[in-house]
T-cell receptor, first 116, second 110 residues
Framework: DAGVIQSPRHEVTEMGQEVTLRCKPI?????LFWYRQTMMRGLELLIY????????DSGMPEDRFSAKMPNASFSTLKIQPSEPRDSAVYFC??????????????FGEGSRLTVL | KQEVTQIPAALSVPEGENLVLNCSFT??????LQWFRQDPGKGLTSLLL?????REQTSGRLNASLDKSSGRSTLYIAASQPGDSATYLC?????????FGTGTSLTVIP
């Protein structure tokens, strides 16, 4: 079975440019999470969706960040305009949102973003 | 807010040793707790998921225990191998989100 698929794996861009990161969750999973990982701050939750609806975006650092989930098999995280401090690895993860909240979380390989 | 602490932050052991990684969390109202490993430059790989109603969960050489009331979990690795070298993270789940510790960086010396 395919796992969580993220693209691009690596992105190098210049300050001020728009960046779009993409995620395809595991088929059948209906809860999707976006995380950011840096050496300084570790793994931070940015936003998560249940059944394509954003539930908690309090981790989104600024208005420059936005996320969408137009359908159950696709989500995007957009940064516009990008800044050097946005450089990090961005992870997407998905799980089954069951009644007992017992589902296992699966991560993608991440998108490494470098903003020059 | 859930606070997760992992001790030690780094650990170096000779091959073949048994070892224990510790995870503590402040809010015991969790549904489950998951242990992950992360290799350099890679994503997080799920190792074990232990439900709040369980005390232990085993997978091969790995054994995770959970004491929900005291806010503690341990990951026991038996007969460590160089391939076990990675960062190990625990993440209790409160029903809305997972809270991650900063991890234990493990090095197993051949």
């Amino acid at each position: 079975d395919a796992g969580v698929i993220q693209s691009p794996r690596h992105e190098v861009t210049e300050m001020g440019q728009e960046v779009t990161l993409r995620c395809k969750p595991i088929s059948g999973h209906n809860s999707l999470f976006w995380y950011r990982q840096t050496m300084m701050r570790g793994l931070e939750l940015l936003i998560y969706f249940n059944n394509n609806v954003p539930i908690d975006d309090s981790g989104m650092p600024e208005d420059r960040f936005s996320a969408k989930m137009p359908n159950a098999s696709f989500s995007t995280l957009k940064i516009q305009p990008s800044e050097p401090r946005d450089s990090a690895v961005y992870f997407c993860a998905s799980k089954i949102l069951s009644g007992g909240n017992t589902g296992e979380l699966f991560f993608g390989e991440g998108s490494r973003l470098t903003v020059l | 807010k859930q606070e997760v602490t992992q001790i030690p932050a780094a650990l170096s052991v000779p091959e073949g040793e048994n070892l224990v990684l510790n995870c503590s969390f402040t809010d015991s109202a969790i549904y489950n707790l998951q242990w992950f490993r992360q290799d350099p430059g890679k994503g997080l790989t799920s190792l074990l998921l232990i439900q709040s109603s369980q005390r232990e969960q085993t997978s091969g050489r790995l054994n995770a225990s959970l004491d929900k009331s005291s806010g503690r979990s341990t990951l026991y690795i038996a007969a460590s191998q160089p391939g076990d070298s990675a960062t190990y993270l625990c993440a209790p789940y409160t029903g809305n989100q997972f809270y991650f510790g900063t991890g234990t960086s493990l090095t197993v010396i051949p």
